[in-house]
């Protein structure tokens, strides 16, 4: 069985940080494009980041740009988001997402990706 697994998420201050991690099992992340998500009570699952297949190129929404950092382990099959300089506007549900082909022109849009976690919970607050 296909799955994604999310785990990191939590409580943090303003100005703090937290590692997401996304886990498969039935399968091997080397082959999928990954990307994460986020959707917030009221609003519409936004793309947040995402990294290639291939040669590991990165993708950010300009909202996280400079902030968070997309990465893989491939001996550990996962695939990890660094939120650093959190703001209460990044309080959402993060999902990671998986893909195995991924037109350039959707590679944050929610319906390119076959695969999704169940979501784990961030909340930046004071």
């Known amino acids: 069985q296909l799955q994604l697994v999310e785990s990191g998420g939590g409580l943090v201050q303003p100005g703090g940080s937290l590692r997401l991690s996304c886990a498969a099992s039935?399968?091997?992340?080397?082959?999928?494009?990954i990307a994460w998500f986020r959707q917030a009570p009221g609003k519409e699952r936004e793309g947040v980041s995402y990294?290639?297949?291939?040669?590991?190129?990165?993708f950010y929404a300009d909202s996280v740009k400079g902030r968070f950092t997309i990465s893989r382990d491939y001996a550990k099959n996962t695939v990890y988001l660094q939120m650093n300089s959190l703001k209460p506007e990044d309080t959402a549900v993060y999902y990671c997402?998986?893909?195995?082909?991924?037109?350039?022109?959707?590679?944050?849009?929610?319906?390119?990706?076959?695969?999704w976690g169940q979501g784990t919970q961030v909340t930046v607050s004071s």
């Open positions: 997402a998986a893909a195995g082909i991924v037109p350039i022109q959707a590679i944050l849009t929610p319906s390119t990706y076959n695969y």
């Open positions: 039935g399968f091997t992340l080397d082959y999928y494009a």
């Open positions: 990294i290639s297949s291939s040669d590991g190129s990165t």
